[in-house]
C-alpha cells in the first residue's frame, strides 16, 4: 500500500478554532481528498472548491466561472503526492468562492501504512464548522453573537433557519460513519486450508 499522509486542516479566520487531523494515502485524487475535507469539516458539498499551492490551483476547471475557478488544472487528474512534489508541507484548500471559506492544511508526517488499518482515518479535532452559506467569516461571527444572545434582534430567525448550534460538537460519530463508506478494508491474502489448493 501507498504511504501515509497525516494531515492537520484547519479553518482560517474563524472562532473558535476548528481543525482536523486525517491521514490519507499520499497517492489519493485531489478530487477524492476534497470530499474527505467535506465530510471531516461538516461541510454540505454544494459549492467549488480548489487546492492552492503558490500561483497553482487545482479543482474543476470551469473556463466559464471567470477568475477564480478558470486557471483550476484537474483535481481529479491530481494527486496528493503531486501537489506536494518536493516544495515544502503547507498547501491552501479554498471551498465556496462567495463566502471564501480558506484551510490551510499542514503535512505533519509521510509513514508506512499500518498493516491491517483503513485509510482515509479520521483522527481528532476540535470546533464545528459554520453552517453553509452564512457568509464567511464574519458572517459566521454576527450568526455566533446573535444565536448566544437571546435578545439579539435575530436570535429567533437564525436559529430557525440553522437549527440547534453547538460550535464545540464536531459531530464525531458522524464523521466516523461518513469516513467509513470511503474507506476498503485492506485485502488479504488467502490461506490455503488442509487438502486444497487456492489459486
Avoid at 460519530?173 to 490455503?192: Q, Y
Wanted: hydrophobic share 35%.
Amino acid at each position: 500500500m501507498a504511504d501515509i499522509t497525516r494531515l492537520r486542516i484547519e479553518l482560517d479566520e474563524v472562532k473558535p478554532r476548528v481543525w482536523r487531523r486525517v491521514e490519507v494515502p499520499i497517492d489519493i485524487h485531489l478530487d477524492d481528498l476534497h470530499v474527505v475535507i467535506q465530510i471531516v469539516m461538516g461541510w454540505e458539498n454544494d459549492h467549488l472548491y480548489e487546492f492552492r499551492r503558490g500561483r497553482t490551483a487545482y479543482g474543476v476547471p470551469d473556463p466559464e466561472w471567470g477568475l477564480e475557478g478558470s486557471g483550476s488544472l484537474s483535481a481529479e487528474e491530481t494527486r496528493l503526492k503531486d501537489l506536494l512534489g518536493g516544495r515544502g508541507k503547507v498547501f491552501t484548500y479554498v471551498y465556496d468562492f462567495g463566502d471564501d471559506w480558506r484551510h490551510t492544511i499542514r503535512v505533519e508526517a509521510i509513514t508506512k501504512a499500518v498493516p491491517d488499518m483503513s485509510y482515509p482515518r479520521f483522527l481528532e479535532g476540535e470546533g464545528r464548522c459554520p453552517p453553509e452559506d452564512v457568509g464567511g467569516a464574519w458572517g459566521y461571527a454576527a450568526f455566533l453573537a446573535a444565536i448566544t444572545d437571546p435578545t439579539h434582534e435575530r436570535h429567533a430567525e437564525l436559529l430557525e433557519w440553522s437549527g440547534p448550534f453547538d460550535p464545540t460538537d464536531i459531530g464525531e460519530t458522524a464523521i466516523r460513519r461518513e469516513l467509513g463508506k470511503l474507506t476498503k478494508p485492506p485485502r488479504r491474502k488467502k490461506k490455503p486450508t488442509a487438502g486444497r489448493t487456492t489459486p
